[in-house]
């Protein structure tokens, strides 16, 4: 069965340091992967996706990820955090395999980031 | 929120009445979804819809019944609410599975709905 992992619910860094967001993920057969963020009181918003090729992918609002099919992760990260990247931040995995249900997500419970001035 | 809205953005209703959500999108997009927001939960899947009138159950399903007669329009229905239901639901639109790009869903901007 698909699922994925934020290990941590809330994520505080200082404003200029560099942050990182743990995902990792188990699915049968290849993964797409992607991280959504969400401000409050707002539906979620796209920030990028690994679908194939180069592990490292990026995104918008200068935030990057990397895949590493060994660990199974996808971590989101930003050298150098902004107040206003403090989110609800939400990784998701579908599986990519022909035979796979209409691109069905799956998402973790999400980690709340806080970046203090 | 990608030429989705959703409607009505707020509610309140009472348990064993039935509520109806509105999913409505621009994009022409093939795919809808709809899944509710819970603390500690994410997002789950409720019901999905592949195409006019085709639709399916997702991870929790029961106590909600879906229907799409538009490309456009996707309804979620709480047959007889109960307050385990009290949630915030988002609808999510997708192109289509052809191409890796395609399975990208964009979100509406959410109805949160109380079941007292």
């Known amino acids: 069965a698909q699922s994925v992992a934020q290990p941590e619910d809330q994520v505080n860094v200082a404003e200029g340091n560099p942050l990182t967001v743990k995902c990792t993920y188990s699915v049968s057969g290849n993964p797409y992967l992607f991280w959504y963020v969400q401000y409050p009181n707002r539906g979620l918003q796209f920030l990028l996706k690994?679908?194939?090729?180069?592990?490292l992918v990026k995104g918008s609002y200068g935030f990057e990820a990397e895949f590493n099919k060994s660990q199974t992760s996808f971590h989101l990260k930003k050298p150098s955090a902004l107040v206003s990247d403090s989110a609800l931040y939400f990784c998701a995995v579908s599986q990519a395999d022909r035979g796979s249900t209409l691109g069905r997500l799956y998402f973790g419970r999400g980690t709340q980031l806080t970046v203090w001035p | 929120d990608a030429g989705i809205t959703q409607s009505p953005r707020h509610k309140v209703t009472e348990t064993g009445t039935p509520v109806t959500l509105r999913c409505h999108q621009t994009e022409n997009h093939r795919y809808m979804y709809w899944y509710r927001q819970d603390p500690g939960h994410g997002l789950r899947l409720i019901h999905y819809?592949?195409?006019?009138?085709?639709?399916d159950k997702g991870e929790v399903s029961d106590g909600y019944s879906v229907s799409r007669s538009k490309t456009e329009d996707f309804l979620l229905t709480l047959e007889s609410a109960t307050s385990s239901q009290t949630s915030v639901y988002f609808c999510?639109?997708?192109?289509?599975?052809?191409?890796?790009?395609?399975?990208?869903?964009?979100f509406g901007p959410g109805t949160r709905l109380l079941v007292l």
């Open positions: 819809s592949y195409g006019v009138k085709d639709t």
């Open positions: 690994y679908i194939t090729g180069d592990n």
């Open positions: 999510a639109i997708s192109p289509g599975l052809a191409g890796g790009s395609a399975q990208t869903q964009y």
